[in-house]
């Protein structure tokens, strides 16, 4: 089911992505190349991150000296791994099809929420990603020690949680996109509204396979830096857009 809906998510996303590309009339074949290498870098990142925060330098280094390729990287993949993969796998993919992957970001950013949704009901099977031991009614008890989640603890479902919200998400996204001509703004929105609710919700999650620093944990520093980031791109933008029209008044 992990991966199933991973491919569903990405799949879905990419049929809506290459509707929205026609109807803008961009390059649907460019898309496709960039989608590709997005979801190419995007697994990469994921898995790579997922090691890092997983084991010590030790032992990611024993693990590459003795070729074990499978302990190393099929533990999982995280999300902020393979978000940073998927930008840098799109770069290259805008590159390669020799295309301004700026034309492209209003439509791949709105719809990053539905795919992540999407593989965040895989997680909630799989027993990934689990929160904390609670005694609400929406608590969830694991029974099967094959999973990821710790057996006969009602846990909270951070999983479908995070789900929800990024379904909200993606309709906050779609709908900004559909009455902006900026071609940044969603990706603003999306870095500070997921990165905000990510910080939050990782004092709900008990998985401990994420690593803490400074009592935070990697993917909390990795919010508060995505949300810095966009506010800094946000106010620098705006500043050039305010530049300009001046420029322009004054000719």
Known sequence: ????????????????????????????????????????????????????????????????????????????????????GGIIGAFIGSVIAKDDLRDYMDIIV?????????????????GCCYGRPTDSAIGVIYTDPAGGAPTGIRLLPTQLMESAYNVLLFGILMAVSKR??????????????????????????????RGIAGGLSTSQWVSLGLIAGALIAAAVYRMSVKRKKTSSEVR
């Open 1 to 84: 089911m992990y991966g199933l809906m991973m491919a569903v998510g990405f799949l879905l996303c990419s049929v809506i992505c290459f509707l929205r590309t026609r109807k803008r009339g961009l390059q649907g074949e460019n898309l496709i190349i960039i989608a590709a290498m997005l979801l190419l870098f995007a697994l990469i990142g994921g898995f790579v991150f997922y090691a890092l925060v997983t084991y010590s330098p030790g032992q990611i280094a024993d693990f590459i000296r003795e070729g074990d390729w499978e302990s190393l990287l099929g533990g999982g993949i995280v999300f902020y791994g393979a978000l940073i």
């Open 110 to 126: 709105p719809v990053i929420p539905l795919g992540h949704a999407i593989g965040r009901i895989g997680c909630f099977f799989a």
């Open 180 to 209: 902006t001509s900026s071609r940044y703004l969603t990706t603003f929105l999306y870095c500070i509204l997921y990165g905000s609710f990510r910080f939050v919700l990782e004092f709900y999650r008990y998985d401990s396979i």
